[in-house]
């Protein structure tokens, strides 16, 4: 079983930027694909952006190329998400998922995640 917590997340003017974190307990993180959602109010929970377990495959909604980074310290269990260039838009609860084996290739599904943290608020300002 594995426990994933969320942090980082907070109010930033938009232009600027945040970087949230999600550490994982239990399990071998490093056997896991894992992945940022977020969800607005109204709105059905989107992927964001994806990490495969060793870190090689990285891939991102369209909205956020470019301006987001994912990636992830094995020896951490800690996987981040760096956010710049942030607009209004961004505002929404921001979950991780954990992946677990056997992994689904490029997972950006909800029903290919297993394992979920319970969210940080992230809100842009304009």
């Known amino acids: 079983q594995v426990q994933l917590v969320e942090s980082g997340g907070g109010t930033v003017q938009a232009g600027g930027s945040l970087k949230i974190s999600c550490v994982a307990s239990g399990g071998t993180f490093s056997d896991y694909a894992m992945g940022w959602f977020r969800q607005a109010p109204g709105k059905e929970r989107e992927f964001v952006a994806g990490?495969?377990?060793?870190?090689?495959?990285?891939y991102y909604t369209d909205s956020v190329k470019g301006r987001f980074t994912i990636s992830r310290d094995n020896a951490k269990k800690t996987m981040y998400l760096q956010m710049n260039s942030l607009t209004p838009g961004d505002t929404a609860v921001y979950y991780c998922?954990?992946?677990?084996?056997?992994?689904?290739?490029?997972?950006?599904?909800?029903?290919?995640?297993?394992?979920w943290g319970q969210g940080t608020q992230v809100t842009v300002s304009s």
């Open positions: 998922a954990a992946d677990a084996p056997p992994r689904h290739s490029w997972a950006r599904n909800i029903d290919d995640f297993d394992y």
């Open positions: 990490i495969g377990w060793v870190s090689l495959n990285k």
